[in-house]
């Protein structure tokens, strides 16, 4: 399984954009990068995946190197409801097939007024 | 949509009872998860299902069981509760195994074992 290495914490100004790296050096050519993040005590919540392509939706941007060993994901104008730990997971084979995901410890990001 | 609903939001055991954790979704999702949080940890997957009927063993299934007799329902039992199952449990459903699939959790239940 595919392991994710995240700095343990970051801050970033209001307003400005957050910028969270994560490596995945032994990821396989077919899993996925997914980010999720967990507001206070709240159940995780979906940000972003991708593949190879970077992504971008309306919560965020996601930029995965040519080589697939890092990405990045991105939040252009961080406010302060987006302080949360953020986690990025590199999807996983199960048996039968399945998926399933593995949670490292994420990345506590504080957003500063 | 309620999407993910998880009942009792929180619940105090002693050492020894047991009882069983109702997971809920309304979206038709065919995966459901139960996952276990401890503090300053990320979540480790306990059991899921990926489809009535069915269950299977995730990373930390000991002193866990599951039942899934419902396509919207996911059970979580503790038989015989022990200190070290004081976690707060997250339930999860995604729509299917393709390569895409979302997971939508719930709020989670606190559970401390005395």
């Known amino acids: 399984d595919a392991k994710t290495t995240q700095p343990p914490s970051m801050d970033c100004a209001e307003g400005r954009a957050a910028n969270l790296p994560c490596n995945h050096s032994?990821?396989?050519?077919?899993?996925?990068v997914y980010w999720y993040r967990q507001i206070h005590s709240q159940g995780p919540q979906y940000i972003i995946h991708?593949?190879?392509n970077n992504e971008t939706n309306e919560m965020a941007s996601l930029i995965i190197t040519e080589d697939r060993k890092s990405s990045t994901l991105i939040l252009p104008h961080a406010t302060l409801r987006d302080t949360a730990v953020y986690y990025c997971?590199?999807?996983?084979?199960?048996?039968?097939?399945?998926?399933?995901?593995?949670f490292g410890t994420g990345t506590r990001l504080k957003v500063l007024a | 949509n309620a999407g993910v609903t998880q009942t009792p939001k929180f619940r105090v055991l002693k050492t020894g009872q047991s009882m069983t954790l109702l997971c809920a979704q309304d979206?038709?999702?065919?995966?459901m998860y139960w996952y276990r949080q401890d503090p300053g940890m990320g979540l480790r997957l306990i059991h899921y299902?990926?489809?009535?009927?069915?269950?299977a063993k995730g990373e930390v299934p000991d002193g866990y069981n599951v039942s899934r007799l419902k396509k919207q329902n996911f059970l979580l039992g503790l038989e015989s509760a022990a200190p070290s199952q004081t976690s707060v449990y997250f339930c999860?459903?995604?729509?299917?195994?393709?390569?895409?699939?979302?997971?939508?959790f719930g709020p989670g239940t606190r559970l401390l074992v005395l």
């Open positions: 999860a459903s995604s729509y299917s195994r393709v390569t895409q699939e979302t997971q939508y």
């Open positions: 032994t990821i396989s050519g077919n899993e996925y």
């Open positions: 991708g593949l190879k």
């Open positions: 997971i590199v999807r996983a084979a199960g048996t039968s097939g399945t998926y399933k995901y593995i």
């Open positions: 979206m038709n999702h065919e995966y």
């Open positions: 299902s990926v489809g009535e009927g069915t269950t």
